[in-house]
């Protein structure tokens, strides 16, 4: 299964100190380009989606986002928290702001569009498969973790890789020589990704930044290609809400 998902944060979430109304501008460009580009190829190929949005990018583009994104089937919406702050942090103030990151959200996307993550893993991440949080006490709580490489660390886009060296950059442990630096190479990291979870039915979701894949591959062509193997594979492509929903039924039947 092909699970679909972007995190919309902006280039603002690789420095936040760098916060201003003139690169605000610059990074809102960008991400709303980005969008633009994908939510054409995703209605080419009709296939379903989920947008994790920070806050903070909804504050100031929440109309042009909704014009994007609102009133389509195949669009699922989601929070991305409100400041993407680092959140790994015993102390009782970063809980508390932590919760007002995820109230905010949530009421800005109910304004704009009628309506916990995964442990930290190294890159590329593991292929943890969806899990209901039923011995946290929120039995009706699924997560969905990112599997394999974050777009931004593989394509170094914003610059987080530099200096990678020889290292294994699967989950199969096969060793990574280098970082992609052409669109070929990119997918064949991809494809390769894809192919394990194909070869192992698993769920295979890696995360992906609209500006990161638009910096990256302006014409998206390997998203492109990613959707075109799961079709020749005959894997079906589909949103969180799509992927909850399917799970909640097999539950359902489950305890019938």
Same mark, same amino acid.
């Given at each position: 299964?092909?699970?679909?998902?972007?995190?919309?944060?902006?280039?603002?979430?690789?420095?936040?100190?760098?916060?201003?109304?003139?690169?605000?501008?610059?990074?809102?460009?960008?991400?709303?380009?980005?969008?633009?580009? +994908? *939510?054409?190829?995703?209605?080419?190929?009709?296939?379903?989606?989920?947008?994790?949005?920070?806050?903070?990018?909804?504050?100031?583009?929440?109309?042009?986002?909704?014009?994007?994104?609102?009133?389509?089937?195949?669009?699922? +919406?989601?929070?991305? #928290?409100?400041?993407?702050?680092?959140?790994?942090?015993?102390?009782?103030?970063?809980?508390?702001?932590?919760?007002?990151?995820?109230?905010?959200?949530?009421?800005?996307?109910?304004?704009?569009?009628?309506?916990?993550?995964?442990?930290?893993?190294?890159?590329?991440?593991?292929?943890?498969?969806?899990?209901?949080? *039923?011995?946290?006490?929120? #039995?009706?709580?699924?997560?969905?973790?990112?599997?394999?490489?974050?777009?931004?660390?593989?394509?170094?886009?914003?610059?987080?890789?530099?200096?990678?060296?020889?290292?294994?950059?699967?989950?199969?442990?096969? +060793?990574?020589?280098?970082?992609?630096? #052409?669109?070929?190479?990119?997918?064949?990291?991809?494809?390769?990704?894809?192919?394990?979870?194909?070869?192992?039915?698993?769920?295979?979701?890696?995360?992906?930044?609209?500006?990161?894949?638009?910096?990256?591959?302006?014409?998206?062509?390997?998203?492109?290609?990613?959707?075109?193997?799961?079709?020749?594979?005959?894997?079906?492509?589909?949103?969180?809400?799509?992927?909850?929903?399917?799970?909640?039924?097999?539950?359902?039947?489950?305890?019938?």
């Amino acid at each position: 299964m092909f699970i679909l998902t972007f995190d919309v944060e902006s280039a603002y979430a690789l420095n936040p100190n760098l916060e201003s109304d003139s690169n605000w501008n610059i990074w809102l460009e960008e991400t709303l380009a980005s969008i633009t580009q +994908i *939510t054409q190829l995703l209605k080419k190929h009709k296939v379903p989606a989920t947008f994790f949005i920070v806050g903070k990018v909804i504050e100031r583009a929440g109309q042009d986002l909704s014009n994007l994104l609102n009133d389509n089937f195949l669009f699922d +919406i989601g929070s991305h #928290t409100y400041s993407h702050m680092e959140i790994l942090s015993a102390h009782s103030e970063t809980k508390n702001k932590f919760k007002n990151e995820l109230i905010k959200t949530p009421k800005l996307i109910l304004k704009h569009f009628d309506g916990i993550g995964p442990p930290d893993q190294p890159m590329p991440a593991l292929f943890t498969q969806p899990y209901w949080h *039923t011995q946290d006490g929120f #039995t009706d709580l699924l997560e969905i973790p990112a599997t394999g490489w974050h777009c931004n660390l593989l394509f170094n886009t914003g610059r987080q890789s530099d200096g990678w060296q020889p290292s294994p950059g699967f989950v199969d442990g096969t +060793i990574l020589a280098k970082l992609p630096e #052409t669109l070929e190479e990119g997918f064949l990291v991809r494809r390769k990704e894809f192919q394990y979870a194909i070869d192992n039915n698993l769920v295979y979701g890696p995360a992906m930044h609209p500006w990161s894949v638009y910096r990256f591959d302006p014409e998206l062509k390997h998203i492109e290609w990613l959707i075109e193997m799961a079709k020749d594979n005959n894997v079906p492509i589909m949103n969180c809400r799509q992927l909850y929903d399917k799970h909640i039924t097999n539950a359902q039947k489950n305890n019938e």
